[in-house]
Every structure is written in C-alpha cells, then in structure tokens.
Antibody
C-alpha cells in the first residue's frame, strides 16, 4: 500500500521559509484520482489543513494560509513539497503529508509527521 | 468555513463497555444528489499520525475492527466503539469534506480507560 514520508529541517528561524518534502512510495503521485495534501498539528492541539495538490500541479490552499503557502510536485521523483513563508512561532507544529482519496473525500494515508520548530 | 464541534472533549469508559463520541457540523454534510454524508472519523494514538477509521459517515475503512461504527446524517454524527479495548485509547477526530477542498476537523475527543 502507498507510503508517505516527510523530510526537511526541524528548525526554522522566524521570518524565514519552512520547506518540507513528502516522498510517496508504492503509488504514483501523478495517477488520479488522488490529491496530495499537507496538514499540521501544533503540540497538544487539533489538525489544520494547509493545502493540496494534484499530479498535474493544480493547487488549493487554506484561505487562512494562502498568502504564505506554495505547494509543488515533482512527478519524476514522486514527491510533493510545501513552502511556508514568513514563519513565526505560531507555525511550530508537526507537519503531516497525506493522500486524499479523491476530489471530494477523505484522507486515506498519512505520513508519520515531522516536527518543525520556529525559533531563533 | 464549516465548523465541526465534538463532544465530549474527553471521555473515560471501562474496558468492554460502549464508548460514544459525538460530532456536530455547522451546516449539513448530506449531499442530496448522492445521499452521502461527507464525514470521516480518525483515530490518533500518541506519537502517531491520524488513522482513517470511517468515511461517508458509516463506511469502515479496510482492516478497522467491527466494534467501530459510525452513524448519523445531516449535521449530527456519532462514532461508537461497542466494546472498548485497551488499544482504543486515543484521540478521535471527525472531519468534513463537504466543502472540499476547505477541509475542517473537530477539536478532538480524548478517550481513556476508566
């Protein structure tokens, strides 16, 4: 079954850009109907959807983060990525990548998550 | 945004007893053209990612034990664990995908053993 794995720096300085990559195994990122998403969870808190991308590169973003977020996809590496600009301590969280089972449906597979701390 | 509100925030149930978690949405999640409720339930154990349990409000994901069931329609939904096992200790989240891609989650319900 499909597997997802997040990677990237665990520490980012305030005002800089948080960059993470999700590598997908045992499934092609360019094959529909799946979308690929990022979700975050501050320590001890709930889940917040960040954005999603289709294999063609089409994107959708959370309105609350849209001005700072860019998602991209590299089908040759079977990876998709998150860039979050101008970070602050409020962006400290565990970041998960997940597969969306279709255009209007649930998250069926998740990565293990990566803790990103924003601190100087 | 559709707001998802779970109750209770925490719950303690004895082993073998029934556990019930509620989820209420700020607007109906029932899509009239296909009569489906756009709601999922997830289980999150400490240090782990969320795991899909239920989708379309009542469809168990592959491999999910039959003691887990989902019910409800419109704005009111319930996750029931018919006979609580020790391994069910976790935080449970509901999530709506009616307003895809603006997905929203409930705040979570922490389930413990009494």
């Amino acid at each position: 079954q499909v597997q997802l794995q997040e990677s990237g720096p665990g520490l980012v300085k305030p005002s800089q850009t948080l960059s993470l990559t999700c590598t997908v195994s045992h499934g092609s990122i360019s094959r529909g109907p799946y979308y690929w998403s990022w979700i975050r969870q501050p320590a001890g808190k709930g889940l917040e959807w960040i954005g999603r991308i289709y294999g063609t590169g089409s994107t959708d973003y959370s309105p609350s983060l849209k001005s700072r977020v860019t998602l991209s996809v590299d089908t040759s590496k079977n990876q998709f990525s998150l860039n979050l600009r101008s970070v602050s301590a409020a962006d400290t969280a565990v970041y998960y990548c997940a597969r969306v089972a279709g255009a209007t449906t649930h998250f069926d597979f998740w990565g293990q998550g990566i803790l990103v701390t924003v601190s100087s | 945004d559709i707001v998802m509100t779970q109750s209770p925030d925490s719950l303690a149930v004895s082993l073998g007893e029934r556990a019930t978690i509620n989820c209420k949405s700020s607007q109906s999640l029932l899509f009239s053209s296909n009569n489906k409720n756009y709601l999922a339930w997830y289980q999150q154990k400490p240090g782990q990612p969320p795991k899909l349990l239920i989708y379309w409000a009542s469809t168990r994901d592959s491999g999910v034990p039959v003691r887990f069931s989902g019910s409800g329609s419109g704005t009111d939904f319930t996750l029931t664990i018919s006979s609580l096992q020790a391994e069910d200790v976790a935080v449970y989240y509901c999530q709506q995908y009616y307003s895809s891609p603006s997905y929203t989650f409930g705040q979570g319900t922490k389930l413990e053993i009494k």
